[in-house]
């Protein structure tokens, strides 16, 4: 077995180098092939990717379209047979690629394994994002995509990242292979830790999570559209009414001050000891 992994990068000097030693520390007897894909940066980047050369596959730097364009750099390079995709700001967790490994060697029928991820603000731990219920994957992303490890045989089946979305891309190729049947597999222990500080995190401007909203709902329109499941309709509509609402009304109060990340989470973390699950948790618990 031969695991590729993929970190696509841009002006990440200060953050690049814990991502590379999270993967080339990783004790795995597979083969490890390990691609970097720069999109010109500027910052010093090139200098820190070029201390591990000795440990780096291959590292390409040139300009590109986007993150999900570098991906699609790195997927169509990729020799592996699993895929992993790590971004510049984030890393995987001790033994997460003998985990990886030990799956897919005890059953060759998965296609996709994911995962619990671990979510940092500011360096330090904040929560686990723990995956909601594949079938909501209809409505919107209920995963988390640096936890995922696909073979690359479903990349070859349904095509790469599609560029017309430049935030939810990763949703719209994860709700396609479930669309098409491949078979995920999931593991309790997280496999990797995201920093919530990166493009579409919780300190993302408005106008970023306005559009990554708009993007996940035209991805889960045209899928149930396409799937016929008008059923799913009314409840999608609903999802995505309340969540622009709740945008537009928090927004204000979080550029304020009155709402932050740390009492959002204490309230999130009391109601679930006190009074069980909350709605949203199908789809995903912060």
Known sequence: MKISVITPVFNAASTIEKTILSVINQPINSDLEYIIVDGGSTDGTQEVVNRYSDQISLFISEKDRGVYD???????????DIVGIINADDWYNEGALKIVEDAFSQESSIDILYSPI????????FNTFVPGALENLYIKFVLNHPSCFVKKD????????????????????????????FKFSYTETPLASYSLDGMSGLGASLSIKLKQLNESRAISTANILKAKKTSTLSQQRKFYTLSFAKLLMTFPLKQLGLITPTRTNKIKQFYRKNFGKLAADKYGSW
């Open 70 to 80: 570098a991906m699609n750099k790195g997927v169509d390079r990729a020799t592996g």
């Open 154 to 181: 479903v990349y070859t089946a349904i095509g790469k990242f599609n560029l017309k979305y430049a935030i939810a891309a990763d949703y719209d190729f994860i709700l396609r292979a479930y669309v098409s049947g």
């Open 118 to 125: 671990e979510n940092y603000l500011q360096g330090q731990h």
